[in-house]
Every structure is written in C-alpha cells, then in structure tokens.
C-alpha cells in the first residue's frame, strides 16, 4: 500500500502559477511510476502529466504543454507539478497517483493503483 498526501492547491488568477507536492509513505517510492490527473465538475478525471520510475519518460497532456512541469524528489519522496500560466480552464481538483511497482504507466487511470484525496485549484478571469 502506498498513501498519498497532496497539497500546494489554491485559488489564483488566469495567469498566476501554483507548485503541487505529493508526498508518499514509504520508502520505496523510487519504484513507483507516478502521475497527476484532474477532474472538473461533471467531467471524467484526465491525465496531466506523468513521470516513470525510471525516470526516462515524462507525459504532459496536450492542454498543458509548455506551462505544466512534473519532477520528482526519490530522496523525499515528493512528486510535485510545478503550473504556469494558469488558465480558468486548468480549474479543477488534481490528484496524485501511483502505479504498482515497476511499471511503465502512462496515460490511463486503470494504470495506477494508489490515489491520493485530491487538492482543489481554483482559476479566476
């Protein structure tokens, strides 16, 4: 099992940035492929960005491209989003999310196994 804690969400105007943090239990976050997604009221939850264990593949969702960054700290065990340019649009609770071991997630939800309660953002006009 692996619990996820997110934080760093807001309420901000278009334009404005946040940095997100997810920190996990445990001490072996290193093997855990990992991902932020966002779900807007009355939408399906989506993916944002994802990064691998191995570090050797990163995803940004097209509606982020060039204003989203994700990273990862092994040492501490802490995900984290890094959102410029913030648009109305990007409104929305964002949660962080885990695969199982070893494995290459990418862009579905069914490829993570552990979510964390989400953190709300907010984007004013």
């Known amino acids: 099992q692996v619990q996820l804690v997110e934080s760093g969400g807001g309420l901000v105007q278009a334009g404005d940035s946040l940095r997100l943090s997810c920190v996990a239990d445990g001490r072996t976050f290193s093997r855990y492929s990992m991902a932020w997604f966002r779900q807007a009221p009355g939408k399906e939850r989506e993916f944002v960005s994802g990064i691998r264990w191995s570090v050797d593949r990163v995803e940004l969702a097209d509606s982020v491209k060039g ?3 994700i990273s990862r700290d092994n040492a501490k065990n802490t995900l984290y989003l890094q ?3 913030l648009k109305p649009q990007d409104t929305a609770i964002y949660y962080c999310a885990a695969s199982r071991p070893y494995y290459f997630a990418a862009a579905s939800v069914r490829d993570y196994d552990y ?5 709300p953002v907010t ?3």
């Open 115 to 119: 979510w964390g309660q989400g953190t």
């Open 67 to 69: 204003r989203f960054a």
């Open 83 to 85: 959102m410029n340019s």
């Open 123 to 125: 984007v004013s006009s």
